[in-house]
């Protein structure tokens, strides 16, 4: 039986099935609770222990992600499509332009669901991972910049380099930045965060995110524009990198987009491994 997900208890299962699915993205009841009260379009639906969907807002507009995990001994049973079904007609209600939904090129079954749906890819996102030894050292000093750990007030500056970052995103399509409130709930709630400042004045952000035990991974990397290319990037992830070993950390992930050669070009400098992308799909509702 497909139901909403909506008490504790069932966000527990719900959670339980897409960690099962995704674990390097791993979500917790509270964060489900939160996201539940502030985006009142939001559905999350849970079939038995083996199925999960999700519609929820995107970062771009006239878009609604959609996503259905089953449990590989679930699959082929019709779980996903009965899941997908009743996302689709809650979707539809909210009259979105887009649909959207991420696959991982790690499944191939996976993506020719989601074509057979209407689905096609239009971007793609560059997932890489970095093992700690635990012995990483903080970056040489660069400069007249000095890195230090974001502070309430440095939050606003922070902040505005982060929507001036979010304006120069290599994406198809328009996305827009979060909300100041939205991004210090998802984005610096720690464990911690770090700005590069050039005198007084902040020319990078960077924050760490939990991802399960003994996993971080790098939100997203922001660099004035008046200061790109200048090793400012590559000097708050190490920072980073040397926070994360000296503090019992053994594994960073991060994200970037498939067009954006720079960013990948510093992580695999850093000696981040590729792993399989995430494909972006989308179809109209």
């Not at 995704?22 to 009260?37: C, F, I, S």
Request: net charge negative; hydrophobic share 40%.
């Amino acid at each position: 039986m497909i139901r909403r997900a909506e008490t504790e208890s069932d966000l527990a299962t719900w959670c339980e099935v897409w960690n099962a699915i995704t674990p390097r993205e791993p979500v917790k009841v509270e964060d489900q609770l939160r996201r539940l009260a502030r985006q009142p379009g939001r559905l999350q639906l849970r079939s038995g222990e083996v199925a999960a969907g999700l519609v929820a807002p995107s970062d771009s507009p006239g878009r609604l992600y959609v996503a259905v995990r089953v449990l590989p001994e679930a699959r082929r049973r019709g779980l996903g499509s009965d899941v997908f079904a009743s996302l689709i007609d809650h979707a539809r209600r909210l009259d979105p332009e887009w649909l959207s939904t991420t696959v991982s090129g790690a499944e191939p079954e996976s993506i020719a669901w989601a074509q057979r749906r209407g689905f096609e890819e239009y971007g793609r996102q560059v997932e890489l991972v970095l093992a700690l030894r635990g012995d990483e050292q903080e970056p040489a000093e660069l400069d007249t910049i000095q890195v230090v750990e974001l502070t309430e007030e440095l939050r606003a500056a922070a902040y505005e380099l982060t929507c001036e970052a979010w304006e120069d995103l290599p994406m198809e399509v328009k996305v827009e930045p979060p909300s100041y409130d939205v991004w210090l709930e998802e984005e610096v709630r720690g464990p911690v965060a770090f700005v590069a400042l050039d005198g007084r004045d902040v020319v990078g952000f960077a924050a760490l995110m939990e991802r399960g035990a003994g996993r971080l991974e790098h939100g997203l990397t922001a660099t004035r524009r008046s200061h790109r290319r200048r090793g400012v990037a590559t000097m708050l992830k190490r920072t980073e990198i040397a926070w994360a070993a000296a503090n019992g950390y053994r594994e960073l992930i991060t994200f970037t987009q498939d067009e954006n050669e720079g960013m990948q070009a510093i992580n695999l400098g850093l000696g981040f491994v590729p792993q399989p992308p995430w494909i972006s799909m989308r179809r109209r509702p």
